[in-house]
């Protein structure tokens, strides 16, 4: 880190604090002119990009992730705070990915997974829009698996 009075590229920390948007901020010591100046530090991501349907590419948007997951979720007894750990969960597992592009039919996928596992109906609300059922046979083929799903931890019970 250069000093900004001095231009002397040895300094040390002398108190370090996050702050409220994430970054670090530290207070320095130059080794060269003994005065102090403080920096910020954050982290930069590289932008991920979601590929739709139709192939437009726009920037991930976590709040509409939190809004279908939402709107999956009205009237049903599921805690803010349960729906936020799985925003971030898809949010960190999408910004995992080797590319800087996720499509989304894998984010859906992640969703519905969280939400099979949070809560039943919102899963089927969420599974019924996102998979855009034709008709009530690929409704209830979708019931069938979930029931087929919470059967097979019952079978290894018995």
Request: proline share 3%.
């Amino acid at each position: 880190m250069k000093c900004i009075y001095c231009n002397c590229t040895e300094s040390r920390v002398v108190d370090s604090r996050p702050t409220e948007d994430g970054a670090i901020r530290r207070r320095r010591e130059c080794e060269g002119c003994q005065r102090r100046f403080t920096t910020y530090e954050k982290i930069e991501l590289l932008p991920l990009f979601v590929v739709k349907k139709d192939g437009r590419r726009e920037p991930f948007d976590a709040a509409k992730v939190r809004s279908g997951i939402v709107k999956a979720c009205e009237k049903r007894a599921v805690p803010m705070a349960e729906i936020e750990k799985l925003v971030q969960r898809i949010e960190m597992s999408a910004n995992r990915q080797v590319e800087q592009e996720i499509t989304t039919e894998q984010i859906g996928e992640m969703v519905m997974d969280g939400l099979r596992e949070l809560d039943e109906v919102a899963y089927i609300r969420f599974a019924a829009v996102y998979r855009q059922f034709k008709d009530v046979h690929s409704f209830m083929s979708e019931l069938q698996q979930l029931l087929d799903a919470q059967k097979k931890p019952e079978d290894a019970k018995a």
